[in-house]
């Protein structure tokens, strides 16, 4: 499976990437959205991940989900702010895929974040809460 992006998808990830003062993959990719509450992590979780990454291997985050996660970016992002770089809204899939081929690696709960990145050939790590891993 691939996804086929134009341009304009490449320009939305290279402004957040920009806007954050990051390179492409010199960062990682955390999508906070889940249509179901119970897999989605909370912010405390959201940015202990993000200090460890920043402090073990120096690789900042860039924090992702819809516009109805809007205040679970912003919480997570007040308890990390040296770490977490950037917030981010894609607009459409194509463009939340950019920013996955930009990144170093995603990290996901189970769900179809995952799917986009294996189409943009991104390693991913997904974050299972209540699904049980076996079945994936």
Same mark, same amino acid.
């Given at each position: ?9 490449? #320009?939305? !990830?290279?402004?957040?990437? =920009?806007?954050?003062? %990051? ?5 990682? $990719?955390?999508?906070?959205? /889940? ?9 405390? #979780?959201? !940015?202990?991940?993000?200090? =460890?990454?920043?402090? %073990? ?5 860039? $924090?992702?989900?819809?516009? /109805? ?68």
């Amino acid at each position: 499976m691939t996804l086929r992006l134009a341009p304009q998808h490449d #320009a939305y !990830a290279d402004e957040i990437i =920009g806007q954050a003062h %990051l390179e492409a993959k010199r960062f990682v $990719l955390f999508n906070a959205s /889940s249509e179901r509450p119970e897999s989605r992590w909370t912010p405390e #979780a959201i !940015a202990q991940t993000a200090l =460890g990454l920043e402090k %073990l291997f120096d690789l900042p985050m860039i $924090l992702c989900g819809v516009q /109805s996660d809007r205040k679970l970016l912003r919480a997570t992002h007040q308890l990390a702010p040296s770490a977490i770089c950037a917030l981010a809204e894609p607009p459409g899939i194509l463009d939340f895929a950019a920013l996955v081929r930009h990144s170093r690696f995603l990290m996901c709960g189970d769900g179809s974040p995952m799917h986009i990145a294996a189409a943009m050939k991104t390693p991913v790590f997904v974050l299972f809460s209540t699904t049980d891993p076996r079945i994936w």
